[in-house]
């Protein structure tokens, strides 16, 4: 079958799938419209303000707009937080004291959380260096989080229980929030001094409910991937419950100013633009990882999830088996870029990460993950992480240039 008589097969296999995203995309796009109106969200709102940011109205007004989309009771939402892994380990030393006790329950967490941990590496001012300790679980059969275990791995000294929604560099499923909801209950039931942190990059309006939805003490994200709809330039956003911001901002700024300052001589507007843009952008990267899904399951390769199956983020994992083919892929999907279209990928050491990684990302904003991107790690069974599509469009092109990239070097 020719490849583009295969991706035409595929699309049509996902049809049904397709049909119910764009009902939860509605369904989305009307939660963020009822936030806007809520807030009386206006053009006063992307005036830029400098200094300390004294009383800077769409710093606040953003920040209540997405208190209300995460069913919060508030939340920090700042261009000033580079990146996600910034924003988590803002959200850890916030609520983390000397002597407490960081347990995750959904395995190891992304890889540039290691080195945040102390897990690898030995970078100054990491969690161990400040005296928290460490343990993880692993999910039961790697698709739900085991309750019991969790339960009997509370220690004394437990201050947070982190769940990442995302499977990161791991072949293992997602969680949708309300998937988590049985987990973060009984923690608080055995323990209401826990802090229940959810690292939610890559899952935001992926479902109709965020994590703090259903009890979750707080909520991470980046804002150069899904909540910023491929249009905010940077930044980050933590939710949650005022127990939780309230510890929080006092790292982001200082103990006593909080979030009552921090300005940004740039306007609002993309940020506010891409807020109302996501449900609709998310829908477009889910349509691509998708059919993608189902391309290379009709060439009889591993993916999770399944075409078909239940998403909790965009990311589509793929078994490539051959790190010749992954490169390739990921060269591929480089060369349908929008932007640095000639660059050509090549596995490196990248700073946080225990093996090499090869990367592709030809993005409007640098290291936008809601835009198309792959990735993977250089270690077997060469696994690449496909994420992100501003269009639909766009991702269907992107992949039948992969796959002849593929093709071209003998290794699909």
């Known amino acids: 079958m020719e490849l583009s008589q295969l991706i035409l097969q595929a699309e049509q296999d996902c049809q049904s799938v397709f049909a119910a995203l764009e009902e939860t995309e509605l369904k989305n796009t009307k939660r963020?419209?009822?936030?806007?109106?809520?807030?009386?969200?206006?053009?006063?709102?992307?005036?830029?303000?400098?200094?300390?940011g004294?009383?800077?109205?769409?710093?606040?007004?953003?920040?209540?707009?997405?208190?209300?989309?995460?069913?919060?009771?508030?939340?920090?939402?700042?261009?000033?937080?580079?990146?996600?892994?910034?924003?988590?380990?803002?959200?850890?030393?916030?609520l983390l004291l000397p002597g407490d006790h960081l347990l995750s329950i959904t395995g190891a967490p992304y890889d540039t959380m290691e080195t945040v941990i102390g897990l690898s590496g030995n970078a100054p001012g990491n969690l161990k260096e400040m005296g928290v300790s460490y343990s993880q679980l692993e999910m039961k059969d790697q698709k739900e989080i085991d309750i019991p275990a969790v339960l009997s791995a509370i220690q004394e000294n437990t201050k947070v229980v982190l769940i990442q929604r995302s499977r990161g560099y791991a072949w293992?499923?997602?969680?949708?929030?309300?998937?988590?909801?049985?987990?973060?209950?009984?923690?608080?039931?055995?323990?209401?001094?826990?802090f229940v942190m959810v690292d939610n990059c890559y899952g935001e309006f992926i479902c109709e409910n965020e994590p703090t939805h259903f009890g979750a003490d707080v909520c991470v994200g980046s804002l150069i991937k899904n909540p910023g709809g491929g249009i905010a330039p940077t930044g980050a956003y933590l939710a949650g419950t005022n127990r939780a911001i309230e510890r929080i901002e006092a790292r982001?700024?200082?103990?006593?100013?909080?979030?009552?300052?921090?300005?940004?001589?740039?306007?609002?507007?993309?940020?506010?633009?891409?807020?109302?843009?996501?449900?609709?952008?998310?829908?477009?990267?889910?349509?691509?990882?998708?059919?993608?899904?189902?391309?290379?399951?009709?060439?009889?390769?591993?993916?999770?999830?399944?075409?078909?199956?239940?998403?909790?983020?965009?990311?589509?994992?793929?078994?490539?088996q051959k790190p010749d083919r992954l490169v390739a892929f990921c060269q591929g999907i480089q060369a349908a870029s929008p932007i640095d279209a000639s660059a050509v990928p090549e596995p490196w050491a990248m700073p946080g990460y225990t093996d090499e990684v090869i990367m592709a990302a030809g993005t409007f904003v640098s290291g936008a993950s809601i835009?198309?991107?792959?990735?993977?790690?250089?270690?077997?069974?060469?696994?690449?992480?496909?994420?992100?599509?501003?269009?639909?469009?766009h991702g269907k092109i992107a992949l039948l240039t992969a796959l002849e990239k593929m093709a071209r070097k003998g290794c699909l």
Request: glycine letters at 6%.
């Open 172 to 194: 293992r499923a997602s969680l949708q929030p309300h998937e988590m909801a049985d987990a973060i209950r009984a923690v608080h039931e055995k323990r209401p001094d826990i």
């Open 371 to 393: 835009e198309l991107s792959a990735d993977a790690p250089m270690r077997e069974p060469f696994i690449v992480y496909l994420q992100g599509g501003l269009t639909y469009a």
């Open 32 to 52: 963020v419209l009822s936030a806007f109106h809520e807030e009386d969200i206006a053009i006063r709102h992307f005036a830029p303000t400098t200094g300390y």
């Open 252 to 320: 982001l700024t200082a103990p006593g100013l909080g979030r009552e300052v921090g300005s940004y001589a740039a306007s609002y507007r993309p940020f506010y633009q891409g807020l109302f843009m996501a449900p609709h952008t998310v829908t477009q990267a889910l349509k691509t990882v998708i059919l993608s899904a189902r391309v290379f399951e009709l060439l009889g390769m591993k993916t999770t999830p399944a075409y078909n199956a239940p998403r909790a983020d965009i990311i589509q994992a793929i078994e490539m």
């Open 54 to 94: 004294y009383d800077d109205t769409g710093r606040d007004a953003l920040e209540r707009v997405f208190t209300r989309l995460f069913g919060a009771e508030s939340a920090i939402v700042r261009p000033s937080i580079a990146n996600g892994t910034a924003a988590l380990s803002l959200c850890l030393f916030g």
